[in-house]
């Protein structure tokens, strides 16, 4: 079992949709849990950044934890074109280094 | 813009030449970690680097690879004798104190390509 799971995708929604992205993990030790968006041919950006379980607000995004299922999610409200990206889920024990989910491509059609 | 700064951002290379790949932490961030992107691998740790220090170099290669992060400068990752296989995106984070746990912002990578 990867210890990061999380689908590919891609995922096609129509302008102003909700989107949920997730992943699960296996490692009950991870506590710090990070969403980054990811443009072609750019860097990881980081969006959402928690520790432990509960959700985060951000404007239009959604963070939520539950370590009990050991499952994340990224809500992205209204979505727009321009959230057309490839998100990243990460997490860590905060003694181990960061590991990453392979990452969900998302489109956004106007 | 105090982001994360990766030079080169493209680097052609002959297999049996170095690559050397740099790297300049966002201001006030004295940790520094590299990271391995493959098409469908995603990311993947090489490792984690404060000033003068390798803290965990568990995502290294054994051969070939090395990295530092000098008192002063950029932190350098150094690949002796590039073969095919080590055409990747390579990406640099940095984070502040106390380093592992708190959030890493990333650089745009440096694209290396092995003829």
């Known amino acids: 079992q990867k210890e990061v799971e999380q689908d590919p995708g891609p995922l096609s929604v129509p302008e102003g949709a909700i989107v949920s992205l997730n992943c699960t993990y296996s490692n009950s030790a991870f506590q710090y849990f990070m969403w980054y968006r990811q443009y072609s041919r750019k860097g990881p950006e980081l969006l959402m950044y928690t520790y432990s379980s509960g959700n985060k607000e951000d404007g239009r995004f959604t963070a939520q934890v539950d370590k009990s299922s050991k499952y994340i999610s990224l809500f992205i409200r209204d979505s727009q074109p321009s959230d057309s990206a490839t998100y990243l889920c990460?997490?860590?024990?905060?003694?181990?280094?960061?590991?990453f989910g392979k990452g969900t491509r998302l489109s956004v059609i106007a | 813009n105090a982001g994360v700064m990766q030079n080169p951002r493209h680097l052609v290379r002959r297999r049996g030449q170095e690559a050397r790949l740099r790297c300049s932490p966002m201001k006030g961030h004295s940790h520094v970690y590299w990271y391995r992107q493959l098409p469908e691998e995603g990311l993947k740790f090489m490792v984690y680097l404060q000033k003068e220090n390798i803290i965990d170099e568990s995502g290294m290669p054994k051969e070939r690879f090395s990295a530092e992060f000098p008192k002063e400068g950029p932190s350098i990752l150094r690949i002796q004798q590039v073969v095919r296989g080590d055409s990747a995106a390579y990406f640099c984070?940095?984070?502040?104190?106390?380093?592992?746990?708190?959030?890493?912002?990333f650089g745009d990578g440096t694209r290396l390509s092995i003829l």
């Open positions: 984070a940095s984070s502040p104190p106390p380093g592992i746990g708190q959030p890493q912002h």
């Open positions: 990460a997490m860590t024990s905060g003694n181990t280094p960061l590991v």
